[in-house]
């Protein structure tokens, strides 16, 4: 019984001097990375960057209302004629009960919109042209930076 009895002190006072060097020795974790690494996240960073360039996004934005009426078939003649006049702009045919209105462009500032509805006002001078808030689809360039968090 004594033995084992001073077996116990002996390992306990060994396990207590062991953990009391290793914490005062080992206080810092060396790290060895492998280079590949560093590697394939500038690759993924890359791929990341030209999906997010590739897409559109949808913010809030300004776009030219050019028509507003309960007649489907006005409204689908002034999109068939916008889309033949502006061909690099998209345009939009929408209906809320009772009206049809007719959207064109994707603008994210008022100033951007207001040339394009010179145009369009020159071109329906009859009816009431304005610029509209609303949800754009806007597709980021190069030049404006990645912004990785959405």
């Given at each position: 019984m004594k033995i084992l009895l001073f077996s116990f002190f002996v390992i306990c006072a060994v396990a207590t001097h062991a953990q009391a060097v290793s914490r005062d020795?080992?206080?810092?974790?060396?790290?060895?990375?492998?280079?590949?690494?560093?590697?394939?996240?500038?690759?993924?960073?890359?791929?990341?960057k030209k999906s997010?360039?590739?897409t559109s996004h949808y913010v809030r934005g300004f776009r030219v209302q050019a028509s507003n009426t309960q007649n489907?078939?006005?409204?689908?003649?002034?999109?068939?004629?916008?889309?033949?006049?502006?061909?690099?702009?998209k345009s939009y045919l929408l209906y809320q009960?009772?009206?049809?209105?007719?959207?064109?462009?994707?603008f994210l500032t008022q100033k951007d919109a207001?040339?394009?509805?010179?145009?369009?006002?020159?071109?329906?001078?009859?009816?009431?042209?304005?610029?509209?808030?609303?949800?754009?689809?806007?597709?980021?360039?190069?030049?404006?930076?990645?912004m990785q968090d959405e």
């Amino acid at each position: 019984m004594k033995i084992l009895l001073f077996s116990f002190f002996v390992i306990c006072a060994v396990a207590t001097h062991a953990q009391a060097v290793s914490r005062d020795s080992f206080s810092a974790v060396i790290v060895h990375k492998d280079p590949r690494f560093d590697e394939m996240a500038a690759k993924q960073a890359e791929i990341n960057k030209k999906s997010y360039l590739s897409t559109s996004h949808y913010v809030r934005g300004f776009r030219v209302q050019a028509s507003n009426t309960q007649n489907r078939d006005e409204a689908n003649e002034v999109k068939a004629e916008l889309l033949r006049r502006f061909p690099d702009q998209k345009s939009y045919l929408l209906y809320q009960a009772p009206s049809f209105r007719v959207r064109i462009g994707n603008f994210l500032t008022q100033k951007d919109a207001s040339q394009l509805r010179k145009l369009v006002s020159a071109l329906y001078p009859q009816k009431g042209v304005y610029i509209v808030p609303d949800i754009i689809e806007y597709t980021p360039t190069s030049d404006e930076g990645f912004m990785q968090d959405e």
